[in-house]
């Protein structure tokens, strides 16, 4: 039984996990070209928008963790509201 609670538990943050996470969204990455190629603006511009994209996969990256932790707490309740009235019972076998 306890088995099949895990499992139980594991399916549903598989399941909770990408409803929650698809309010993050995920920064597209700037294009990268050889620095030694470029202009001094050119590559004043690439590492503007290096730090831009690093900044936005940084709150990209903290909104999935929120995302994760808030599906754990959720499929962790659910699991305790399951286990309350079972935990009283007597498997007969």
């Not at 306890?2 to 929650?20: E, N």
């Not at 309010?23 to 928008?49: F, G």
Request: aromatic fraction near 4%; proline fraction near 5%.
């Amino acid at each position: 039984m306890r088995k099949t609670m895990i499992a139980a538990s594991g399916s549903m943050l598989l399941l909770a996990s990408p409803a929650l996470a698809a309010n993050c969204v995920k920064p597209t990455a700037p294009p990268v070209a050889d620095k030694n190629s470029l202009s001094l603006e050119q590559r004043n511009a690439m590492v503007a928008q290096i730090d831009t994209y690093i900044a936005a996969m940084n709150d990209y990256l903290a909104c999935l963790e929120k995302s994760d932790d808030v599906a754990r707490a959720e499929a962790e309740a659910i699991i305790k509201a399951f286990e309350a009235p079972v935990a009283d019972l007597e498997i007969v076998q």
